[in-house]
């Protein structure tokens, strides 16, 4: 399993607009080859907003960032929700209790 994982750090104030902005992201890549999930966390407190998608492979996440699908799911801007620009981060799973 492969994951990836996005940080946002959220202008403040604008919170509700990010949840707003991302709420139904999870259905946009449904049925993608490889696509097993996606979370997207909300900080308690302080601190970043995560997306995190698993997927079944490498391969399969950066086939799905070359199409149009993805292309299309990127293409609206939100100027001035970001502090700053999202921080990806992926990581090959060797154990996890996860079932997809």
Same mark, same amino acid.
């Given at each position: 399993?492969?994951?990836?994982?996005?940080?946002?750090?959220?202008?403040?104030?604008?919170?509700?607009?990010?949840?707003?902005?991302?709420?139904?992201?999870?259905?946009?890549?449904? /049925?993608?080859?490889?696509?097993?999930?996606?979370?997207?966390?909300?900080?308690?407190?302080?601190?970043?907003?995560?997306?995190?998608?698993?997927?079944?492979?490498?391969?399969?996440?950066?086939?799905?960032?070359?199409?149009?699908?993805?292309?299309? /799911?990127?293409?609206?801007?939100?100027? /001035?929700?970001?502090?700053?620009?999202?921080?990806?981060?992926?990581?090959?799973?060797?154990?996890?209790?996860?079932?997809?």
């Amino acid at each position: 399993m492969f994951i990836v994982m996005n940080r946002f750090t959220v202008t403040p104030g604008r919170e509700q607009d990010f949840v707003e902005a991302f709420s139904g992201r999870a259905k946009a890549i449904d /049925g993608v080859p490889g696509f097993l999930g996606l979370d997207v966390l909300k900080p308690v407190g302080a601190g970043a907003f995560i997306s995190m998608s698993r997927w079944r492979s490498e391969a399969d996440f950066v086939a799905w960032t070359k199409s149009e699908a993805f292309a299309k /799911g990127h293409a609206k801007r939100h100027p /001035g929700m970001f502090a700053g620009h999202p921080v990806l981060e992926q990581y090959e799973v060797f154990e996890s209790t996860f079932k997809a």
